[in-house]
DNA sequence: ATCAACCGTGGAGTTTAGTCCATGCTTTAC
DNA sequence: GTAAAGCATGGACTAAACTCCACGGTTGAT
């Protein structure tokens, strides 16, 4: 197929499809060529983008995903491998979200703050934070 | 004081000194300039260089630290204004922490179903997902 | 004949917040 | 007198994952 017919097939855009050949995320032997020079995608292509979408709407990157697809076409994506990348991504996930927490605290903070420092309840007086002592 | 004492002061490089001045987030005026052309920064830019970084500590970024500022400056960085700024942040930052917590999620979800589709307990089997059907 | 819609390539731009480099002048210390 | 350290300027480079553009060839419909 056309790479037109392949983006409506992956939902991705050609421009996407494009650059994931230019990163050597997939490949189009110099033979699979029509006449006119028009690539040709072979199913295959297809199924290798379907697979990358998919592991990478589990929160990996987009290099991450083709080494486990890699991992899996080498017939050495086990379990134990892929259980360990997901543990991974799930540290860091937990690590993002603790930090989010945290600024979210701070904010919620400065909320409270800025309303008590004001000269009470006008609330169009300067906020008393923000401001070094 | 000159950049270099204004970096140990703030606790920034030069380079991200610069980059500020680039960016218009600090100014020094042309005739703020020492016989030998260097720049002389005065304490205010000292102060306005410590309340941006405070500000951005909070989670925003530089450029809406700046519009903080500059809000304050104004004397409309009322309470009102900087509550509803911070209020969105946290309506931002619960999103964010609402699509890790999904991520999160469905990792769990992944890890559990590789194991429970090794064939048993076989941890070094391929892992039956990442497998289109 | 011509227009839209499609294809190819190469390269630039986007975002954020800087970092690093080259070049060249100034000042300070030994 | 010379080396190190500090200063100024302008511009390139970084990550990530695209998106957009220009230019040109091809195909299909009218």
New binding site residues.
Partial sequence: M????L?QRTG?????I????KQGLIKVGRRER??????EYSEAVLKRLLLLNKI?SYGF???ESAEIISLLEADLGTCNQISKAADKKVAVIDKKVKELLDLRNSLLKIITDCKKGCSSPNLEDNCPLFVLE
Avoid: C, H
């Fill in positions: 056309l790479i037109g017919q983006a991705l855009s050609r421009d996407t494009r650059f994931y050949e029509r006449v006119n020079n028009y690539k990478k990157t987009l290099n």
